[in-house]
């Protein structure tokens, strides 16, 4: 309950004393030392990492099509499910930008998460400026991914306005380290993005249920949209949810992770993307910070040298050595 009562919230300076991860520290001491630059490709490109996950058995929602040269946008008609709403989102975009969330069709009218319809030439038009590289990273020439629109878990519903929620996990050399679950409001037009106003929860590793939460970097308590008394949320399946997390340790190599899950009606846990420079703001959303926890991983390995537990294992060792927020667990304790 470590946020949950107001004068108990942690603020960013008592951060630093808790051992948040800055910046520089995180580009120079775990990116560029932990991630070999041939992983990136698979990460930093959507469609790369969704038939990398194909592969290692990891579930991702279903691809439709790709759409990758302007000729083929009069056309674009063809990859839509027959029933229900879709995706478009670019391959190498990131922050939620170029992301269009339709709930539902009709005719040549589509229905965005916000609740606005748009015509055909306005989605054509936004299809035609995500292929420029109107969205992605430099500006460089992306493709369209289309892909079927997640349903939301029902234990989710009051949690999230008009978007589906996702689920961070930082992995370090596949042990999960952190989580956070972000809840779309009606400010972030279905993206669970923090930076378009998604509410940030950190979660219990052992648990699965929430710690505390923040909004543009405040504390809150509930959800603004919907009013629901945050503390309650809890994640079910997050056993697998971590375990399907950790594999992607396996599946790129990269030593520092973000991997970020969404948890579907009917289908459960999905791997929705990768990022090999993940943000720091989960850190303020736990209420703690990353180094203690990278280095215990560190010195859980070394003591090991080096681990060659499946991904289920890894998870053990994770909860039980961030148990209760504590990172002072000796690794020698752990069975
Ligand atoms: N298939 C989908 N169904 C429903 N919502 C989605 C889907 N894909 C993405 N979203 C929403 O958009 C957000 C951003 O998508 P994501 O694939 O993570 O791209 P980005 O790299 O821009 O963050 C997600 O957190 C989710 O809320
Ligand atoms: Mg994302």
Known sequence: MLGWLKNNFISPSKLRQLGILGLNERNVAYISAHNPRQGFPSVD????TKLLAKDYKIATPALLG???????????????PAQGG???????GSGGKGILVIQASSEDQYLKASGEWINRQT???HLSNLISGLYSLGGNPDVAIIESLIVSAKEFIDFTFEGVPDIRVIIYHGYPVMAMMRLSTRDSDGKANLHQGAIGVGIDLVQGTAIQAVQHDRPVFVHPDTGSALHKLSIKNWQHLLALAAACYDMTGLG?????LVVDAELGPLLLELNARPGLAIQMANGTGLKPRL???DQY???LRGPTEVCTARVKVAQQLFS????????LNVE
């Open 66 to 80: 790709v759409i990758h040269h302007q000729a083929e946008i009069a056309k674009f008609e063809r990859y839509l």
């Open 324 to 331: 209760n927020q504590v990172c002072s667990v000796s690794p």
């Open 295 to 297: 280095k215990a991983i």
């Open 86 to 92: 879709f995706v478009i989102k670019p391959a190498k």
């Open 45 to 48: 490109d959507k469609l790369q």
């Open 301 to 303: 390995r070394e003591d």
């Open 256 to 260: 520092y992770l973000g991997a970020d």
């Open 123 to 125: 989605l054509q038009r």
